[in-house]
């Protein structure tokens, strides 16, 4: 079976132009969540989605938003990219609603470079 | 807020040492807590997770025990592989609201043959 598969895998956009990310969860999947790694750190959580409905908002700007689809698909959105938007950007799947003890499956991320 | 407090890496060792990576953390409630590897260029992997208080999760030879009393989740390892070298993210899920993850920096694992 296919795992979380996010696309474009790397891009590089100019600040000030606007970037979409592209994720599709493991099938069966409800729950997709999307993170920013910035180089040397941890995972920071931006959105989380299930059932089509943000469930959760991680400390970003407007500048970012998101949505999920019918298919359980999910697309992250930043415009006005800035230098500090450089990161890789992960997509994560769970089964079932947000809960404390779900394991949830990371893709391999898209690598955003902002110049 | 919640907080996870990992050991500064990076973690160098010989092939078949004893690992141990520790991870302190700040919750209120019972959060479940979580091991993730990340192999070069890869997404992150889940190692191993525990749930409630004394729980002990294990996979590939990982341990890590669930201690209430000292916050704490620590990563270990009887004899490391040079395959293991990666970089290692606690991370907790508060037991309430929207249960949103919080990682640590992560801690670089380097094994020499």
Known sequence: DAGVTQSPTHLIKTRGQQVTLRCSPISGHKSVSWYQQVLGQGPQFIFQYYEKEERGRGNFPDRFSARQFPNYSSELNVNALLLGDSALYLCASSLDRPNSGNTIYFGEGSWLTVV | GNSVTQMEGPVTLSEEAFLTINCTYTATGYPSLFWY???????????????KADDK?????????????????????????????????????????????????????????
């Open chain 2, 37 to 51: 590897v990340q192999y070069p260029g890869e997404g992150l992997q889940l190692l191993l997770k525990a749930t």
């Open chain 2, 57 to 113: 999760g294990s996979n590939k030879g990982f341990e890590a025990t669930y201690r209430k009393e000292t916050t704490s989740f620590h990563l270990e390892k009887g004899s490391v592989q040079v395959s293991d070298s990666a970089v290692y993210f606690c991370a907790l899920s508060p037991s309430g609201g929207s249960y949103i993850p919080t990682f640590g920096r992560g801690t670089s694992l380097i094994v020499h043959p």
